[in-house]
């Protein structure tokens, strides 16, 4: 069977892009049918638009709380018939009405080897700490931030100092390893 997908994101949606091409080639056997974003003016905005994938894009000031966002949120996966939301750069954290309804169906993408540097700019946290082992971990969301149960991991060796050439290889990493832990969460193989 075909799982259905649906990736929020908030940022330039690399991740986002990554998944829709393992798809779409075949790579995994899953559909993305909606993109959420809470940045309407965001790149993955424009790559979900290219690429023919349905986009949700809220701003959080045109509602009364963060429950009134999420509850539209939890309806839309309803009615689209979603089976897993993969995080992939989405800045908010959930809340209860998210997880009430979704935890255990819900993965996050974080560039680092968690349990180390959890929480954000974790690719500064490792550099500043003088690692020499970097890395990307998929694991489940839960209510406690970067916390959930690990669902896969690579490292990155990486000694150097410019931070841009250690991003694009962690996100390299990322975009391999996100529709691998995917597809095993799904069953293909
Ligand atoms: C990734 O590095 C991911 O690990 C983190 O946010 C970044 C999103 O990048 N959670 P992109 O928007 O998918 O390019």
Known sequence: MTARLAIFAS????????????????????????????RPAARV???AARLGVET????????????????RIVSLLD??????????????????????AWEGRIVNIHPSLLPAFRGADAI???MAAGVKVYGVTV???TGEVDGGRIVAQRA??????????LTAMIHAVEHELYPEAIGRLIGND
């Open 11 to 38: 940022g330039d949606g690399s991740n986002f892009e990554a998944i829709v091409s393992a798809c779409r080639s075949g790579r995994l056997a899953a559909d993305v049918v909606l993109m959420v974003t809470d």
């Open 45 to 47: 905005v424009e790559r």
């Open 56 to 71: 949700f894009a809220f701003s959080a000031r045109d509602y009364a709380s963060k429950a009134d966002y999420e509850a």
């Open 79 to 100: 009615e689209r018939r979603v089976d897993l939301v993969c995080l992939a750069g989405y800045m908010r954290i959930l809340s209860p009405t998210m997880l009430d």
């Open 124 to 126: 500064g946290q490792a």
């Open 139 to 141: 694991h489940f969301v």
């Open 156 to 165: 990155v060796h990486y000694e150097g100092s410019d931070r841009e050439e």
